[in-house]
């Protein structure tokens, strides 16, 4: 069975947070299950909470560049990428996400806030 999270559960999860290796940093706590964009819930058996998960809004971004000078795309990109990034923050969205084998271009968008993360994907 499954609930939403509520404050009688904090301090459990974060006690549990803290025990664990890899989510230890309280950042991980604010960032990833207290953002109201997201949506936690609390994963139960006969014998009490067996995982938190929270469940947020990401957009993945998809982009074929034309074959035109670099410095069009930049300019372009640059104009345009925060309007864009503003529009889906207000929309409820968390995040955007791109998957590329473009080392130039992995390295362009860290200038937008972009950076290299490891995740596996379940496509709905």
């Known amino acids: 069975m499954y609930r939403k999270l ?6 459990h999860l974060r006690a549990e947070i803290a025990k664990d290796p890899y989510h ?16 936690t819930l609390v994963f139960e058996d006969n014998e009490g909470v067996v995982f938190y998960a929270t469940f947020k809004r990401e957009i993945e971004i998809t982009i074929q560049f034309c074959e035109v000078d670099k410095k069009r795309i930049r ?3 640059t104009t345009h990428m925060e309007e864009i990034a503003d529009g889906f923050r207000k929309a409820g969205f968390t995040a955007m996400r791109y998957w590329t084998t473009n080392p130039a271009l992995a390295w362009f968008l860290r200038r937008f806030g972009f950076k290299k993360e490891e995740f596996q994907r379940k496509e709905l």
Do not use: H, Q, S
């Not at 509520?6 to 301090?11: G, K, V, Y």
């Not at 940093?25 to 997201?38: A, E, H, P």
């Open 6 to 11: 509520t404050p009688n559960d904090i301090e």
């Open 75 to 77: 300019n372009v990109f």
């Open 24 to 39: 230890k940093d309280k950042k991980y706590f604010d960032k990833n299950f207290t953002d109201d964009r997201g949506k």
